[in-house]
């Protein structure tokens, strides 16, 4: 059974830092295509960030440049590093894996990935 689950969220002023942590179970991260996607309220999902089996990683523009997405084999963790935050960056942080293995689809559609967290809220005031 494949269980994602989140942590790291917080609050914090505009400009601070923050890192989510993504550990799963009876799922290899790095074998997979795994994703950060965002919602904040009244709005819809946002794709954030993504990373394949070879550390190919892409980013929305909104957070291209600020945030880094990285995963660590030895720990089967997904990370999302977020510097420079923004107001506009407060929403609930979800994780989320594919099924397919090593590459990911083209673009960040949350339908891709069937796996997902339960979420960390993020909060950032300005």
């Known amino acids: 059974q494949v269980q994602l689950v989140e942590s790291g969220g917080g609050s914090v002023q505009s400009g601070g830092s923050l890192r989510l942590s993504c550990s799963a179970s009876g799922y290899t991260t790095t074998h997979h295509c795994m994703a950060w996607f965002r919602q904040a309220p009244g709005k819809e999902r946002e794709g954030v960030a993504k990373?394949?089996?070879?550390?190919?990683?892409y980013y929305s523009q909104s957070v291209r440049g600020r945030f880094t997405i990285s995963a660590d084999n030895a720990k089967n963790t997904l990370y999302l590093h977020m510097n420079s935050l923004k107001p506009e960056d407060t929403a609930m942080y979800y994780c989320?894996?594919?099924?397919?293995?090593?590459?990911?689809?083209?673009?960040?559609?949350?339908?891709?990935?069937?796996?997902w967290g339960q979420g960390t809220q993020v909060t950032v005031s300005s």
């Open positions: 990373i394949d089996s070879n550390g190919y990683t």
């Open positions: 989320s894996g594919s099924i397919a293995p090593w590459t990911c689809p083209d673009g960040l559609r949350g339908t891709d990935f069937p796996y």
